[in-house]
C-alpha cells in the first residue's frame, strides 16, 4: 500500500522533475562541459579540444574578470541594502489603513512590472547629459552646469545601481508586506493598552515578527542581484572604462562577441556556483533561524 | 535536424514491438515526428532564397529592389528575414545561425570586419570562382580589400562608408577660417569662435567615444593621423606602445575629452554625437556618411544648410585617415540555392540597384562607375563629393578574430580616455600583450 502510494506520488512529480532536468540540469551540465574545452567558434580549425580546468586557470589572473567580480559585488551588496530597507519602508506606509490604500499598492508595483530592458532604456534617457530630465531637475536652464552622469565611471555605477533600487525595492516591499500581513493585530491592542509607542511597538512586535519575510526578500534578492546583465547592457554596454562591466555582461561579451564559448562557458559557471554556495550558506544558517525564531 | 532523425528512425523500428499499453504514446510521439518532418518538407521550396538582413533604416528602398528582382527572375523568390538593427547584435544572429550549418539563410550582409572571421571559420562562400579580378576592378579598392582573405575573396561590397569631418560653414565663414587641416589648428579656430559666440552650451568637437565599436574607429583615425597604427603589416606584432600611438592617445584625453568636446561623448554613439551637432551645440563632428542627409533635414536639424563636410584633420605633417566602413553581400556556405543566390547578390550589388540604393537610401556606391554618372552627380552630389574619403579609407586590423582584437581595443582606448590622469603607456602594454595572445591563438591555425 505504502509502495504504492510512493510510486504514485513519483509518477505524480515526475513532470515536475523532467522540466527542471530538461531546462535547468541538462543547460547547467552543458556550460559546464563546455568551459572544460577550448572552443573559438570563429577558428573551428583548432577543433573542440579538451583543456580540463585551463579556462578557469586563466580566469583567475584575468585582470578584467577580477575587476568585474568586484564591480558586481559593490552592485549586489548595495542594491540588496536599499532595496530592503526602502522595501521595509515601503511595506510598513502600505500596510496602514488609509483611503486609496488600494491603488497605492498597485502603484507601487509598476516599477516591478515594467520589463528591465525599458526601465533601462528610460534611466538612460533621464541621464542623459544633454538633454537628460535629471540635469534639468537639478540645474534647469544652467546647461553649463550638467552633469555627464554616465561618463564618469563612479557615477555610472551609481547610476546603474539606483536603476535597479527603483525597480525592484517595490519587489522587496511586496515579499515584506506579506511577512507583516501576518501579525495578528491583537498584538499592538495589547502593547497599546500597556501604554507603549510607535517606536517600541515596531522595535518588539513589528521587528521580530517580519524578520522572517525580510530574510526571504534579502535570499531573493542577493541571488537575483549577482544576476545583473539587462540594466548595465542598455545603460552603458559596461562602460566607460569598464566601470559597469558586470560579471555576466562580461562573460556574454566573451561567448557572443567574441565567440570564446569555452572561456565566457567558464565565466557564466564561476557565477553559477557563486550563486549556489551563496544559497546554501543562505539555506542552512539563515534558514534554520528562520525555522526557529519564527515557530 | 540531420542528429535528430537519425535518432526517431531508429525509434521506429524498435516500435514494433512495443507493449499495448505504450502504445498510446507511440502513437503521440509518432504523430510529433511527422509534424516536424512535415514542416522541414515545407522549409525546403524551390527557388526560395532567403536574405537575412539587419533592420534597415528605410525598409522600403530594399523591398522595392527586392520587388523588382522578382519581375527580373520571376523563377526564383526572396524571403527576407530582418535581424537586430545594430552591426553587433546582427553580428551574434548570423553567427549563431551559420556555426549550427544553418541551411534556412543563404545571403546575408557581413560589416567590412567580418571577412577574415566568416572566411576562416568557413561561414562565407568562397566567391573567387564566380567574382572574376576584372569585376572586382570596377569596385573601390579599400572594400575589395576587406573582403579578400589570404588571396580570396568571400563578398560583394553593396555600400562604403568612411570617417567625414563635418563643421559648421557659417561659424568658419563668419571668424574667416578655412576648415582647418590639423587637429591643433581645429582647437584654436574652436577657441576663437568660442570666444566670440559667448555661448556656455557650445562646444568645439563632437564624436564617438562610449566603449563600443565607434571608439575603434574614432581612435584609430587619431592613431593614424599621427602616423601611427596597431598591428604592423604582416599582422603579427602590436604596435599600440609606440611613441606615435601613445601621443595621439594622450592628445584625445588631454585635448578632446572634456575639453574640446563634452564629457558625455565617453557615452556616446553616432546618434547622439550627431544630436549635439544639429542642436547647432557643436561646431566641427566626426561622423560617417549618413550624417549629411540628417544635418541637412530642416525638419530635424537646426543647423540644415549651413554644414559643410571634407576629410578629418590630421597631426602636423601627417596626413588624414578615416576608418573603413560599409556592408557587403556575402552567400552562406551552408546554402542549397548557390546559383539563385549569387543572381540575387548580382542584382543586388549592380550599377542601377548602387544608384538606387544612394538616391533612396543616401547610401554610398561601392561601383567606381556610379560616381562618373551624370544622373548620380546631379542627384546626390553630396555622394561624389565623399569620394576622396572613401578612396583614402583604411580598414581596422584584418583578423579572423577580429572581434576579440576590438573588445581589447575598447577597453583600452575607454579606459585612457576617461580617467585623466591614465597611465596610458602602462595600459597601451596590457593592451598589447593580450592583442599578442590573439594573435598566438589565430597562429595556431596556419600550418
Not at chain 1, 520589463?115 to 544652467?142: C, E, K
Not at chain 1, 533600487?165 to 507583516?180: Q, R, Y
Not at chain 1, 544559497?279 to 542552512?284: L, Q
Amino acid at each position: 500500500m505504502i509502495a504504492k502510494q510512493h510510486r504514485l506520488s513519483l509518477v505524480l512529480i515526475s513532470p515536475a522533475l523532467l522540466v527542471l532536468v530538461v531546462f535547468i540540469g541538462a543547460p547547467v551540465i552543458q556550460s559546464v562541459s563546455l568551459s572544460l574545452h577550448r572552443i573559438v567558434i570563429s577558428l573551428p580549425q583548432l577543433q573542440t579540444p579538451f583543456v580540463g580546468l585551463a579556462n578557469y586557470q586563466e580566469l583567475l589572473h584575468d585582470a578584467v574578470a577580477r575587476h568585474s567580480f568586484w564591480v558586481t559585488i559593490v552592485f549586489v551588496s548595495t542594491t540588496t541594502f536599499f532595496e530592503l530597507a526602502l522595501g521595509l519602508l515601503l511595506a510598513l506606509l502600505i500596510h496602514r489603513r488609509f483611503p486609496g490604500r488600494g491603488g497605492l499598492r498597485a502603484c507601487v508595483l509598476i516599477p516591478w512590472a515594467i520589463p528591465t530592458v525599458v526601465s533601462a532604456q528610460m534611466w538612460r534617457f533621464l541621464f542623459n547629459d544633454a538633454y537628460g530630465m535629471i540635469n534639468y531637475a537639478i540645474f534647469g536652464h544652467r546647461v553649463t552646469a550638467y552633469v555627464p552622469w554616465l561618463a564618469e565611471p563612479g557615477m555610472a555605477l551609481c547610476a546603474v545601481i539606483l536603476a535597479d533600487i527603483w525597480k525592484t525595492s517595490s519587489f522587496a516591499a511586496l515579499l515584506i508586506l506579506a511577512g507583516l500581513q501576518i501579525i495578528p493585530e491583537e498584538l499592538y491592542q495589547a502593547a497599546r493598552v500597556d501604554g507603549a509607542g510607535l517606536w517600541r511597538r515596531f522595535w518588539h512586535i513589528t521587528w521580530p515578527l517580519v524578520r522572517p519575510a525580510l530574510l526571504v526578500a534579502l535570499l531573493f534578492r542577493t541571488i537575483d542581484a549577482f544576476r545583473v546583465f539587462d540594466l548595465a547592457f542598455v545603460m552603458t554596454q559596461g562602460g566607460p572604462a569598464d566601470a559597469t562591466n558586470v560579471l555576466q555582461l562580461y562573460g556574454y561579451k566573451k561567448m557572443f562577441i567574441e565567440g570564446w564559448m569555452g572561456y565566457g562557458s567558464a565565466i557564466s559557471v564561476s557565477v553559477f556556483v557563486m550563486i549556489l554556495i551563496l544559497a546554501i550558506v543562505y539555506v542552512r544558517i539563515v534558514g534554520r533561524r528562520l525555522l526557529e525564531k519564527s515557530l | 535536424m540531420p542528429i535528430g532523425s537519425g535518432q526517431e528512425r531508429r525509434d521506429e523500428k524498435s516500435g514494433m514491438n512495443i507493449e499495448p499499453v505504450k502504445r498510446k504514446v507511440f502513437l503521440l510521439l509518432s504523430l510529433g515526428l511527422i509534424f516536424i518532418g512535415a514542416s522541414q518538407l515545407g522549409a525546403q521550396q524551390p527557388k526560395a532564397v532567403t536574405f537575412l538582413t539587419w533592420k534597415p533604416n528605410q525598409p522600403e528602398v530594399w523591398d522595392r529592389l527586392i520587388e523588382r528582382f522578382h519581375q527580373e527572375h520571376p523563377k526564383i523568390r526572396v524571403q527576407v528575414q530582418v535581424g537586430p538593427h545594430s552591426s553587433t547584435e546582427y553580428h551574434a544572429i548570423v553567427t549563431q545561425r551559420l556555426k549550427n550549418k544553418d541551411a534556412s539563410v543563404d545571403v546575408f550582409f557581413m560589416d567590412v570586419i567580418w571577412p577574415p572571421e566568416f572566411a576562416s571559420a568557413g561561414w562565407a562562400l568562397d566567391l573567387t570562382p564566380r567574382f572574376s579580378k576584372e569585376e572586382q576592378r570596377q569596385f573601390l579598392t579599400a572594400p575589395i580589400a576587406a573582403n579578400t582573405y589570404h588571396g580570396k575573396i568571400y563578398g560583394i561590397p553593396s555600400f562604403i562608408d568612411a570617417g567625414l569631418f563635418y563643421y559648421r560653414k557659417d561659424l568658419l565663414k563668419k571668424y574667416g577660417f578655412d576648415p582647418p587641416r590639423s587637429w591643433m589648428e581645429m582647437l584654436t579656430q574652436g577657441d576663437v569662435i568660442l570666444k566670440g559666440e559667448a555661448d556656455p552650451s557650445l562646444y568645439v568637437y563632437s564624436g564617438q567615444f562610449k566603449q563600443y565599436e565607434g571608439l575603434v574607429c574614432d581612435m584609430l583615425e587619431f592613431i593614424w593621423s599621427r602616423g601611427g597604427t596597431v598591428l604592423n603589416p604582416a599582422a603579427d606584432r602590436v604596435l599600440l606602445t609606440d611613441p606615435t600611438s601613445i601621443e595621439a592617445i594622450t592628445f584625445v584625453r588631454d585635448h578632446i575629452i572634456g575639453q574640446a568636446a563634452p564629457k558625455g561623448v565617453v557615452n556616446y554613439e553616432e546618434p547622439e554625437s550627431l544630436e549635439l551637432f544639429i542642436q547647432g551645440r557643436a561646431v566641427f563632428l566626426r561622423n560617417w556618411p549618413y550624417a549629411w542627409t540628417v544635418a541637412n533635414d530642416p525638419d530635424k536639424s537646426k543647423v540644415a544648410g549651413k554644414v559643410g563636410v571634407g576629410l578629418l584633420p590630421a597631426f602636423v605633417g601627417h596626413s588624414s585617415a578615416s576608418a573603413l566602413g560599409g556592408w557587403q553581400f556575402a552567400i552562406s556556405r551552408w546554402s542549397k540555392h548557390l546559383d539563385e543566390a549569387w543572381q540575387f547578390v548580382q542584382f543586388m550589388t549592380s550599377t542601377e540597384s548602387q544608384k538606387m540604393i544612394a538616391f533612396l537610401a543616401g547610401r554610398a556606391p561601392t561601383r567606381m562607375a556610379v560616381y562618373e554618372d551624370p544622373e548620380f552627380q546631379e542627384k546626390v552630389p553630396h555622394l561624389k563629393a565623399f569620394l576622396p574619403a572613401f578612396e583614402k579609407a583604411r580598414p581596422r586590423p584584418m583578423s579572423s578574430l577580429y572581434p576579440m582584437i576590438s573588445q581589447e581595443l575598447q577597453r583600452f582606448f575607454s579606459r585612457a580616455i576617461t580617467n585623466k590622469k591614465s597611465d596610458v603607456p602602462a595600459l597601451a602594454e596590457r593592451a598589447s600583450a593580450n592583442i599578442a595572445r590573439v594573435l598566438q591563438m589565430e597562429a595556431l591555425t596556419r600550418p
